[in-house]
Each structure stands twice: as structure tokens, then as C-alpha cells.
């Protein structure tokens, strides 16, 4: 055996067949030259963190996380900082990172990711002793993910945001202040502040253009809208992917901190956590070791997903053969 000691952190409520996954991921690795994995559930108390941590103190140089973003944004959290990689097996509802890097919903894909060789060193942001990898948000994004249902998500997929966002589209605005690199505070009354490393949102809906998750920065986005009208106005230009979209701001950097006057509804890489007054947000530069697919061609790590799913074929069929 040649290949990585490698471990599998996996939700076993998001899976909806666990045996299917575990014979998928063996053969596969097993195809590949590469040992066994060990495997860890996660559990409510603990969505991942841990697991990963225990994976790496017993030799794992590889670390597949599958399960919603909860648990991705666990592993990252365990594994920032070290040379253990990081390989996405889409599963669960959302998985904001699954979708930046073209992987769709298929585990057998990030499998194909993993095997394929393709590493690439990515920044991640820091909350307090949590790590994200795509966006934090506080405001209308993480009330929007707090009032979508688990069943719908399950049923139609990512569209079923689509409600939790209509519940908020005419919320009173925040009334916040930014703080950018330790400059002067700037005030703003917005729906949402979000706080960004990779620029892309579910539904392959490209938010922040410019953000590139390996430059040492973060790119922030407040969105500023009132009305219905303005709503509009805002969504039609970020889908049309227009340089200039109205009524939100962009910026870069470092160190982000944001205070409310009140609590708010935040959120790291889609998972909601408590609601606060103050997100505190710092860049660790380059602190994860990231599979990506092969070429890595696009900035923001998308890339030609059919070209990848494709060759992930053999891995479902060599699975499907052994059921």
C-alpha cells in the first residue's frame, strides 16, 4: 500500500446509506493502492472537531469529511494549521464548500478529487477558536438559513432557501458598526454583512467576483436593501454578474469585526450558530491543505465539474458491483 493513511468523518443523519458509502470509499481506496481508512461518527454533542483531531493523532495524513456543512466546517476547524489534507465528500443539504468546488452532491466524486492528487494550500477565516472556509454572515443570510426546513432542503435542494429568504426580505434593517484592519468604525443600517474567502453561493450564484481563497485577504459584502424593489434590483445584478451591484459594498481585509446593537442571527459556511453582537473575524493565511480537482484553472476553485464527475463513474460502478 502506497497511498496516505487516510480517515473518514462522517454525519451518520446525513448519509442515506452508510453501508453504500462505506463500500464506495473502499473500494476506491482500495483501487487506488491506498490503506483502509478509519472511520468516526460524528454525534450532536460533537459535529466533528474531535473526530478529525483523534484522526490525526493516530497517523491520518488525509481526512475525507462527508456530511452537511457542520460537520465540513468541524473538520476544517481541526484541521487548519496542519499538513493533514482535507478531501469534501458532498452529502447532507448544503455544503457550501462541495459547491465551490464543483463537486455537486455525488461523494464518489470527491473520492475522484481526493485519489486524482490535486492539493492546493487555501486561507481560512477565523472565529474565535472556529474556522470557516467560504462565508460568514451575520443578519438576513443567517436568519434565512435558520428559517429553511430540513425536509425541504431534503426534497428540492438548495432552492428551498428561497422561502426562508422571502420570511426576511422586508426585516428592519441592522443598525452596525464595522471595524476593517483596526481602522475607523463605519457605521451602516444593513440587511447583511457578509464576510467572505471563496465567492460563490449555492445555486453556483457568484456573490463576491473578486474573492480568491489563497490572497490573504477576506472580501466583505454589505448588502444594504430596503425593499422589494431594491431586493430586486441587487439579486438580478450579482446573477447577471455585473461589476457594479447596487445597494451593496464591497471590501478587503485582514481583520473584520462587526458590533450590532443587539443580537443577530450569524452563520459560518451555512451552519447557523448563536446569535451574538459582535463577529470577530481574522484570516489564517494558506492554513489548509485543500483537495481541489486537477487542473486547478478557476480562482475561486470551481472547476469543470462534469469533466471530474465523469471519471467518478468507475468508482460508483465498482461500488454498485459489490453491493
Not at 480568491?212 to 430586486?232: F, K, M
Not at 464591497?250 to 463577529?279: C, F, H, W
Amino acid at each position: 500500500m502506497t497511498g496516505p493513511r487516510t480517515a473518514v468523518v462522517f454525519n451518520p443523519s446525513k448519509v442515506a446509506d452508510p453501508d453504500h458509502l462505506r463500500r464506495t470509499v473502499h473500494e476506491a481506496l482500495d483501487r487506488a493502492g491506498w490503506p483502509e481508512p478509519t472511520w468516526y461518527e460524528t454525534t450532536p454533542d460533537d459535529p466533528g472537531r474531535g473526530q478529525a483531531k483523534k484522526a490525526m493523532a493516530e497517523g491520518a495524513e488525509l481526512v475525507f469529511a462527508c456530511g452537511g456543512d457542520g460537520t465540513v466546517t468541524a473538520v476544517v476547524t481541526a484541521l487548519a494549521g496542519s499538513d493533514v489534507a482535507l478531501a469534501v465528500l458532498p452529502a447532507g443539504t448544503g455544503n457550501l464548500l462541495a459547491a465551490n468546488l464543483g463537486l455537486g452532491t455525488d461523494p464518489a466524486t470527491g473520492l475522484e478529487v481526493a485519489l486524482e492528487g490535486g492539493r492546493r494550500r487555501i486561507d481560512v477565516g477565523a472565529l474565535g477558536d472556529r474556522c470557516f472556509v467560504v462565508m460568514a454572515g451575520m443578519g438576513f443570510d443567517a436568519q434565512m438559513l435558520e428559517d429553511t426546513s430540513e425536509r425541504a432542503k431534503k426534497h428540492i435542494g438548495w432552492p428551498a432557501y428561497l422561502g426562508g429568504a422571502v420570511k426576511h426580505l422586508l426585516d428592519r434593517p441592522m443598525r452596525v458598526r464595522i471595524r476593517l484592519d483596526g481602522g475607523p468604525p463605519m457605521p451602516r443600517r444593513p440587511a447583511a454583512v457578509i464576510v467572505g474567502n471563496v465567492g460563490r453561493l449555492q445555486g453556483g450564484v457568484r456573490l463576491l467576483s473578486k474573492a480568491e481563497p489563497d490572497d490573504g485577504r477576506l472580501n466583505v459584502a454589505i448588502l444594504s436593501p430596503t425593499n422589494l424593489a431594491h431586493w430586486a434590483a441587487l439579486v438580478t445584478a450579482v446573477i447577471s454578474r455585473r461589476e457594479r451591484v447596487p445597494l451593496m459594498e464591497t471590501y478587503t481585509a485582514s481583520r473584520v469585526e462587526i458590533y450590532s446593537n443587539r443580537a443577530q442571527a450569524r452563520q459560518l459556511d451555512g451552519d447557523t450558530i448563536d446569535p451574538g453582537k459582535v463577529m470577530k473575524i481574522q484570516v489564517r493565511p494558506k492554513a489548509l491543505l485543500l483537495c481541489v480537482p486537477q487542473p486547478d484553472a478557476d480562482p475561486d476553485l470551481a472547476n469543470d465539474a462534469s469533466a471530474v464527475a465523469k471519471r467518478a463513474g468507475r468508482i460508483r460502478e465498482a461500488a454498485e458491483e459489490k453491493a
